[in-house]
């Protein structure tokens, strides 16, 4: 491979695999990010994808794209524009030209962008480029189908198959372009082709020739090298938020000691979650596919009054179906981890795109008085310490806890140094048997701790400690049905008690940035990435900013209240119309410095305007 | 809380606790109306109990809404009284979680067979070990009297001033459709065939569906009398026995006999049958078109109704090939932390 060629150094890229929903361009993406990882950088990535599978070819709506950030530090999030765009045909480039920075490369396969293509995609003229207003871009045509067919031509494939290997071509100069070594890539082809050496072969000559391929004709004036700045010891693996999701709750069970079950029923985003336990039989793990949302929450809750860490994977469509059940639950006041994966809505509304429009669900939507704890994890990784922690507090509180994650922490996924689990804390049940001090007989369901307000888990099976339990209002302590009006205020008051104590055992709200700052920027769950990168970036700009970021919804931290209000103003900024800013507003009602920012395109935040309309809010009077 | 009385029974030195059906009373008072036929299932399931002698503790007993589903709190078991229609997948939730549990499901017509009917067709063919006790009372009860899934049609109730112009569902028919491997029948007021049927049901490895047909004395009083009625019930009905001859009538003198396609019922003696004529029951064979025709047998077309074990078939249970599979798995894989689980996933590297 040539040497003398000019190599400039780059703190962080941005780069976009796009083309049809059957090009593999969710393969190119993840390889490249894995590499990258391995390779030592940290990355961000984001899979954009239409909800249909294979919609037809080279349409507008087809349009599948990967997104990967890759830097030497401080990657957030996947990041708002790309620098490098792979696009397999006109119409990705279409959809991702508003994207492009200035200067940026666009790498396209001049095979598929013929008039047909063209056609295709809706353009007039026979130069998208120009017909884009794309002056300001290094447009490089490579012949990517042909010389993919001739790079396979002795491979022994069918030509459906060396059709297909495009993308690897096409990864192979984006790896030149970036000095990636193919070492790593071939090792990850192996792995995933493995039991197909005829495909894995194929696969990396694509790759190699499309890195040769670059570096004979030295496709671009320069290439460009992210450094590598070492991180903290240990072992680390990528992995996205739903693997991470479904990986929390194997900890939490393995720490527990408690059989893990999930009911759930196949939804997007929320599926891999099911796809991952399903797997884990190794681990005993017993997850149900079963025939509905309503059967896959209420099998959990069966498991769960057996004795297991209980738990049901859905998105909002789900979970809305899942209400009825969720109150039960609040009820017999069983421990249940209901992962809601929010995606955007009303209705079926756009199923692979992100929003946190789920909030108010979560928090309100069953009827009756039917308090319980919502949690929102922060990023991919933060979706392992979540699940886990939602696990451990509806094991050892006695109540469903529902963790809200979104599409876009879902399927990101970030490099993530794989724990000790010593350094997680213990998860202790109240066990009937273990922690009731009385005589059994003298027990009754519904006893409880007085610290915590929690009552005992008697487990079928268990000898002595038989009871029934139900969804009708209960005698405080016989758990006999009961519509004695004063036990069903005492009954409210103390399930309400119970969530709001559970306060006791979380950590105080911390903030990032300045003290005496005068704005506070809020956010909750997944949009962390973009608004801690956004804060910063005002800090830089000299502007008097702090950021936090809410993982515990309700209850909310003990020290809330005293962090809000010393701000002047505090700009909560959601991918909702103003859920959580509401929420606040509705519980420390004497505050008045809340500002709202909202964006809701089912596209992440975008850096650039976050700074943008924060620095209007903080200028205004 | 609840205490459980049993006789130490001492056979060839060994003492084994044998219990009795009070074991399986809890000391809740009973809140049904005077007259129901939920009392006389709720003593059959405590008999039937008390002859398996399983564990109260080892028992849990789960329903969904309506007037049948309060039956696990009269229960001294684990109970579980949950919400409209959910009871079976609930159900589910606790077998497979724990498959040494005795899981009995108690459920009605519209509990079971409107909100509930998918959950119900999806239990039965997954083949889970529950015993579902489908009250079938042809109302709703609890919400004072609408036509239920059950009703026949042109059927005149609150919701339906006019008739019903809707067919009903037939239990047995809906079983058979979800490849059902277990259906009995049972009278609420028959106690003898409905103990001798829960205790089959409970014997019975995979879903077993009993259907009860039961009296609701409030909304719907009278709907099973052509057969429960003592003047007819010996006419009317049919107590299936596994490879016993098909005979019913106060002295045997009818019974069942295949004519062409169909069954018919004769009187032995009369048109030249003879007793070689009458079939014998097979509970156990898998083909199951004989067993639905015994199950649809009514009384509107001049047969008896089928009670007892109608079918019964061997299957594999959903919970035990569950728990195969993890043990096939856990064979091949070496027992590890989930730290070292993690270790050993691809794609993981070191930064030293």
């Not at chain 1, 059994?440 to 000898?463: H, Q, S």
């Not at chain 2, 049904?32 to 503790?57: F, M, R, S």
């Not at chain 2, 009703?151 to 009903?168: I, L």
Request: charged residues 25%; hydrophobic residues 35%.
């Amino acid at each position: 491979m040539s040497t003398n060629r000019v190599v400039t150094d780059i703190k962080q890229v941005t780069v976009r695999f796009s083309g049809d929903s059957g090009d593999g361009m969710q393969l190119s993406g993840t390889l490249f990010s894995t590499l990258s990882a391995i390779f030592g950088n940290e990355i961000s990535t984001f899979p954009d994808f239409p909800a249909e599978i294979r919609a037809p070819q080279g349409s507008l709506h087809g349009v599948s794209g990967f997104q990967v950030r890759i830097g030497a530090k401080d990657v957030y999030n996947s990041g708002d524009k790309t620098d490098v765009l792979v696009a397999m045909n006109p119409s990705a480039l279409k959809v991702n030209a508003q994207h492009l920075k200035k200067g940026s490369i666009v790498i396209y396969d001049n095979d598929s962008f013929k008039k047909r293509d063209l056609d295709k995609a809706k353009f007039e003229t026979e130069d998208p480029f120009k017909e884009l207003n794309l002056n300001h871009i290094q447009a490089i045509g490579v012949d990517i189908t042909s010389l993919t067919k001739a790079s396979l031509e002795n491979s022994g494939l069918e030509n459906k198959d060396i059709l297909r290997s495009k993308n690897m071509f096409a990864l192979g100069i984006v790896c030149w372009l970036f000095n990636r070594p193919l070492e790593i890539a071939d090792q990850l082809l192996e792995q995933k082709f493995g039991k197909k050496p005829k495909l894995v072969e194929a696969n990396i000559k694509a790759l190699t020739d499309g890195y040769n391929y670059g570096d004979n004709i030295q496709l671009t004036a320069t290439t460009y090298k992210i450094d590598v700045v070492e991180c903290g010891k240990g072992f680390y693996m990528d992995v996205n938020g739903n693997t991470a999701t479904a990986y929390g709750l194997v900890a939490a069970a393995e720490k527990a000691g408690v059989q893990l079950f999930l009911g759930s029923y196949p939804i997007t985003p929320a599926t891999d979650i099911l796809h991952e336990l399903t797997k884990r039989k190794d681990f005993g793990v017993k997850a149900l596919q079963m025939e509905d949302e309503i059967a896959g929450i209420t099998s959990a809750i069966g498991a769960s009054f057996a004795g297991c860490l209980a738990a049901t994977s859905t998105s909002g469509p789900g979970l809305s179906l899942k209400s009825e059940a969720l109150g039960l639950a609040v009820m017999t006041e069983l421990p249940l981890v209901v992962i809601d994966v929010q995606r955007s809505g009303p209705s079926t509304g756009m199923p692979t795109k992100s929003e946190q429009t789920d909030l108010r669900q979560a928090l309100y939507g069953r009827n009756g008085e039917s308090p319980l704890v919502v949690l929102a994890a922060t990023s991919p990784t933060d979706c392992f310490d979540s699940a886990f922690e939602a696990s451990k507090i509806a094991l050892e509180h006695m109540t469903p806890v529902i963790l809200l994650t979104d599409g876009y922490i879902a399927n990101g996924s970030a490099a993530w140094r794989i724990p000790e689990m010593e350094d997680y804390p213990e998860i202790n049940p109240p066990y009937v048997e273990k922690y009731y001090k009385g005589n059994a007989e003298d027990w009754k369901p519904f006893l409880r701790n007085e610290e915590t307000d929690v009552r005992y888990w008697g487990i079928p099976g268990t000898p002595e400690y038989m009871h029934r339990v139900g969804g009708l209002e209960k005698d405080r302590f016989t758990g006999v049905i009961s519509s004695n009006p004063e036990n069903h205020q005492f009954m409210i008051d103390t399930r309400q008690n119970k969530i709001e104590r559970i306060a006791d055992f979380i950590p105080e709200q911390k903030v990032m940035g300045d003290e005496d700052a005068d704005t506070l920027i809020v956010g909750w769950g997944g949009t962390y990435g973009h608004l801690l990168e956004t804060a910063l970036h005002l800090q830089d700009s000299g502007k008097k900013v702090a950021f936090t970021q809410f993982r515990h919804i309700l209850p909310l931290p003990k020290n809330t209240h005293d962090l809000l209000k010393g701000y002047k103003k505090v700009i909560v900024a959601e991918q909702n119309s103003g859920q959580f800013a509401a929420y606040l507003s509705a519980k420390f009602q004497d505050l008045s410095n809340i500002r709202k920012f909202n964006r809701i395109e089912g596209q992440p935040f975008k850096v650039s305007e976050l700074a943008r309309e924060f620095t209007k809010i903080m200028e205004e009077e | 809380m609840s205490t459980v009385e049993t006789k130490n029974i001492d056979v060839s030195g060994i003492k084994y606790q044998k219990y009795m059906p009070k074991d399986y009373k809890s000391p809740n008072p009973i809140r049904w109306c005077p007259g129901c036929g939920d009392y006389a299932i709720l003593t059959c399931l405590q008999k039937a109990l008390a002859e398996l002698n399983v564990d109260p503790h080892n028992t849990a007993v789960i329903s969904g809404i309506g007037c049948s589903s309060r039956l696990p709190y009269y229960m001294n078991t684990y109970g579980f009284h949950s919400i409209h229609g959910r009871a079976s997948a609930i159900a589910t939730g606790v077998k497979v979680a724990n498959p040494n549990l005795s899981v009995w499901v108690a459920t009605g017509d519209g509990d079971s067979l409107a909100i509930g009917g998918n959950h119900f067709i999806h239990t039965i063919r997954r083949n889970v070990d529950i015993n579902i006790l489908l009250f079938n009372n042809k109302i709703y009860g609890l919400t004072k009297g609408q036509y239920s899934p059950t009703s026949e049609r042109g059927f005149v109730s609150k919701s339906s001033p006019y008739g019903t112009v809707e067919d009903p569902f037939r239990p047995a028919e809906l079983t058979f459709g979800a490849r059902g491997t277990f259906f009995g029948r049972a009278l609420d007021v028959d106690m003898k065939n409905q103990v001798d049927t829960l205790v089959e049901a409970a014997k019975h490895k995979g879903t077993s569906v009993v259907e009860i047909l039961q009296n609701c004395v409030i909304f719907n009083d009278g709907i099973h009398n052509k057969i429960s009625d003592r003047n007819w019930k010996a006419d009317n009905t049919i107590v299936l026995k596994q490879g016993e001859k098909m005979l019913f009538g106060k002295d045997n003198e009818k019974g069942i006999v295949l004519d062409g396609w169909n069954l018919k019922a004769v009187t032995i003696g009369d048109d030249g049958y003879t007793l070689e004529d009458v079939l014998v029951h097979d509970a156990e064979t898998q083909d199951n078109t004989l067993h639905l025709k015994l199950a649809l047998m009514d009384t509107s077309d001049g047969m008896p109704v089928a009670l007892g074990v109608i079918r019964s078939v061997e299957a594999p249970t959903y919970e035990r090939d569950y728990e195969n599979q993890i043990a096939e798995v856990q064979k091949k894989t070496p027992k590890r932390s989930f730290r070292d689980f993690l270790l050993d996933s691809p794609n993981v590297w070191e930064v030293k």
